[in-house]
């Protein structure tokens, strides 16, 4: 099993920034990809960045070139740095971890951006 606790998440005013970090423990595949994915209310999860145990990244579009995913393979911690803060970046942020035959969730953090 791989437990997923986040933390970072918060109330910023537009053009703020934040740090999610995601710190994972357990029985963790040596080869994984770590990501953040947000859901805003009445919309689907969606991905918002993702990297992999080598340092591959991915980003979605929306947030390339504000936000930055990031992760310390010691620690088995992830972060997510976000800059330019926009109010449509108002979400539930989740924390996923997949690797092995695991794929786990974290319990989500709130980031809520006023205009």
């Known amino acids: 099993q791989v437990q997923l606790v986040e933390s970072g998440g918060g109330l910023v005013q537009a053009g703020g920034s934040l740090r999610l970090s995601c710190a994972a423990s357990?029985?963790?595949?040596?080869?994984?990809?770590m990501g953040w994915h947000r859901q805003a209310p009445g919309k689907q999860r969606e991905l918002v960045a993702a990297?992999?145990?080598?340092?591959?990244?991915n980003y979605a579009n929306s947030v390339k070139g504000r936000f930055s995913i990031s992760r310390d393979n010691v620690k088995n911690t992830v972060y997510l740095q976000m800059n330019s803060l926009k109010p449509e970046d108002t979400a539930v942020y989740y924390c996923?971890?997949?690797?092995?035959?695991?794929?786990?969730w974290g319990q989500g953090t709130q980031v809520t951006v006023s205009s």
């Open positions: 357990g029985s963790i595949f040596r080869i994984n990809v």
């Open positions: 996923n971890l997949v690797g092995g035959s695991l794929n786990t």
């Open positions: 990297i992999s145990s080598s340092g591959n990244t």
